[in-house]
Each structure stands twice: as C-alpha cells, then as structure tokens.
C-alpha cells in the first residue's frame, strides 16, 4: 500500500468503526423482512408457520456457511474475505425487489443467508489483529451495537419507505444498496497493524504487546482444523452456550413485532415497538464491555472477567417471565428490553471469547463453529415458535426464553475455562 502523509490516531477505533458499519448494514438487510412480516401477512395471508419458513430458508444457509466461512476467512484473509461477503449479501438484499412469489422470498432469504454467514466470524478475526485483550471487549460492544442499530432502524425505514411508495419493493432496493458504500472504504483502509500505511509505530507496538499471539509470529504453526478444534473443552463451551443462547436474540428481533400484535396492539405499535429493545441492547454492549475491562484492569485475568460477566447478567434474563403476568404495553417493552440489555451484556462478551480463548490461526474457525452451533438452536426455534404460536400462543415460548439462558450461563462458565498447563499444540491460550 502506498504509505499517507502521517498515520491517523487512534487508528484501531477507526477500523473498529468500520466494523459497526458493516454489522448496521448486515441487520438493516436482515431485518427488513422481520420489520415488514405485519404487512406481508394481512397483504398475502402469511400464518406464523409461513413466515418461519422464510426466517429458516435464511437459517439454514447463516448456519452451515458460519463454520465454512470461518475456515475461509482464516485461509483468504479479513479484508478480502469480508469485502466478498458484503457484495454478496448487498446484491442479494436489494435484487430481493423481484421477487413474485413465497418461493421466491425463500430462495433469496436463502442466498442473504449464505452472504451474511462471514460478517461475525470476519469482525472477530479483525479484532484479534487489531485489538489487545483488555480493549477486546470494548471493540466488540462498539460493532456489536451495529446489530441493534440496524434492527432500530430497519422497522423506521421500512415503514417509512412503505407509507411513502406504497409498496414494499422499493425498501429492499434501499437497503440492499448500502452496502457499495461500505465496501469502497473497506477496501481503501483495512489491512492487518503491520501492513497498515497509516498507523503510528506507538500503536502498533501497543497492539502487538497485549494482543492474541499472530499466525506470523510463528510461521512454523499449522492452521487448525475442526477435528482439532473440537478437542478442546473451551470449543464446546463456545458451540452449547451459544446454541441455547442466541436463539433469545431472533425470537425478539425477528417475532417481537408478531408478538405484540398477538397481545391485540396496532400495526404501528407492534413494528415500532421493536425499538426500545434494540436501543437497550446497545447500552448491554457498552455495560458488558465496561465491566469486563473494568475488572481486567483491576487485575483479573481476562477469562474470569468474562465469566463473571456471563455469569452475572445471564441469569437475570428470568426477569422476563414476568411479562406472562402483563398485557400492558410499557410493561412488555421494558421487560424485553431489559432482556435484550443483559442478553447484549454476555454477547459482548462470548463473541469476545474465540479471540480471547485461541490463537489467531483458529479465532474466525472457532466463532464459525460458534455461529453455527448458534444457527442450529435459532432453527430449532424458530420452527418451534412457528408452530407453537399458531396452535397456542406465545406465552410457552415467552417461558422457555426466561429460563434458558441461565442454562446457558452455566455453561459458558463451567466450559471455557484456561487448562491447568499450557496447551502443547499452542492453539488454546493462557486466558
């Protein structure tokens, strides 16, 4: 690269940045169906079993091309790998326009799935290059926050751009083009610390002393494949805690809407009550990543501030049981998204954890294996969902989202834990 006039401060945050770009861009293409399904279902006569069929044609692919992506982001790189998959996914959201059919709907939610599945396992891999451990935390909350950005205000356009057009065409041709802007600046300014034109020496000293040990520091070190992976007890904390976590996340940003409108709301009220939820994530994020630095520089190691993290606001989630004893709207809305603020707290903290736990040869192979375990429980759900609330209701599934996630904590702080002596393999760190 040809170098600049002088390096930019702070260059790290900067690349940081571009990451909450790219995941506001990922959930504004994503959620712009969720944020529509009211409108979808009185305009084609949608039945929940219906739209979850949609929400799985987009699973299926999210979750199987999680770990392949992974495997592919470690052997191409991040800068190509992510630019790749954001051109991908952005022709795909906004050519989603034509379609003329459910088919159609599934087909493409299919394709949008197979595009997105590298955002999460390319932000991770990035971080691990540009981040020391005790600001890890804090970078992922600030792209993290992305995905709640994205879901606020995805229902805002798209209501917006329908009451305005008429139609519900011209939203995916809105959202589906964001993506060329984002790719032009990726391409001009990522590259690894060292690579990077920009970046002062001070900085790059700086991440290089606290950050996860670099394939390039040991050329003689092998990429690690699955069956490797997979020997480790900190991999299966990873792909059990986020099989019973994540699927709380996509039962609010993809059923929330249908949710309210179940509990007899308005059409506005049940698209825009989305809102509140996703701006709480955003303020979990930040709490997550500030308590979790907090106690490092207070001298924990970083694998006990993350469980104790974990171990803290995931089981408050139970707090939302008590949304089955309400049907008053201000109720409902701050309950969930109290929810969604200690779900978002652990999720700064267990995507944090593949960069944390292994070395950088394994980190977007890990978070794949991670994403995918993820996708699997989010299928699991969303069919069960589907089918539990057109023959009952929403209350079971409202239970069953209390009461998982402290399963989930468990498992995290039981798993992922350092080893009693230092792996021979090098691929598990001292966390």
């Known amino acids: 690269m040809k170098p600049f006039a002088a390096p930019v ?9 571009l990451l909450f770009a790219s995941m506001v861009i990922n959930y504004i293409d994503r959620q712009t169906l969720s944020a529509l399904a009211p409108i979808f279902k009185e305009e084609y ?4 079993a219906d739209f979850a069929l ?3 044609s987009f699973r299926v692919a999210y979750t199987v091309m999680q770990a392949v992506s992974g495997r592919i982001l470690d052997w191409l790189g991040t800068r190509r790998g992510l630019a790749l998959s954001v051109s991908f996914y952005s022709l795909v959201a906004a050519l989603t326009a034509t379609v003329q059919s459910v088919s159609g709907f ?6 949008l799935g197979t595009g997105e599945a590298a955002n999460w396992p390319g932000a991770i891999k990035a971080a691990s290059e540009w981040f020391p451990a005790k600001e890890r935390a804090w970078a992922v909350a600030l792209f993290d926050s992305g995905t709640s950005l994205g879901g606020v205000v995805a229902p805002l356009v798209a209501l917006q751009v329908y009451q305005w057009c008429g139609d519900w065409r011209p939203v995916f041709v809105l959202t589906g083009s964001l993506g060329a802007i984002w790719i032009a600046v990726w391409l001009v300014w990522y590259q690894t610390p060292e690579r990077h034109a920009r970046i002062s020496p001070q900085e790059l000293a700086y991440i290089q002393q606290g950050r996860t040990p670099r394939e390039d520091d040991d050329p003689q070190l092998p990429l690690v494949d699955w069956r490797q992976l997979l020997s480790y007890r900190q991999t299966w904390g990873i792909i059990v805690g986020r099989f019973l976590l994540d699927p709380y996340w996509f039962f609010v940003a993809e059923w929330f809407p249908l949710y309210l409108k179940s509990q007899g709301f308005t059409l506005q009220q049940s698209v825009l009550g989305t809102a509140a939820p996703l701006v709480a994530s955003v303020f979990g994020n930040f709490a997550g990543g500030a308590l979790s630095s907090h106690l490092i520089r207070r001298g924990w190691t970083v694998g006990r501030s993350r469980r104790a993290v974990l171990g803290g606001f995931g089981p408050s989630m139970v707090l939302i049981v008590l949304s089955l004893f309400s049907t008053d709207y201000a109720t409902l809305i ?13 999720s700064t ?10 070395h950088s040869r394994a980190v977007a192979s890990a978070s794949g294996l991670g994403g995918t375990a993820a996708g699997i429980g989010t299928l699991v759900s969303t069919y ?4 539990i609330a ?3 209701s929403f209350q079971p599934i409202v239970l069953v989202a209390s009461l998982v996630p402290c399963l989930a904590a468990m498992v995290f702080v039981w798993l992922v834990r350092a080893g009693a002596q230092a792996d021979p393999r090098q691929v598990v760190l001292d966390f």
């Open 390 to 392: 057109d023959q009952y």
């Open 349 to 358: 903290v267990f995507l944090s954890l593949p960069a944390d736990v292994f």
């Open 9 to 17: 401060k702070n260059l790290r945050w900067w690349i940081a940045a």
């Open 334 to 346: 701050a309950l969930f998204s109290y929810g969604n603020f200690a779900y978002s707290a652990c």
């Open 106 to 111: 599934r087909a493409f939610r299919f394709c």
């Open 384 to 387: 069960l969902i589907g089918q």
């Open 54 to 56: 949609l929400l799985i």
């Open 45 to 48: 006569g949608w039945t929940n």
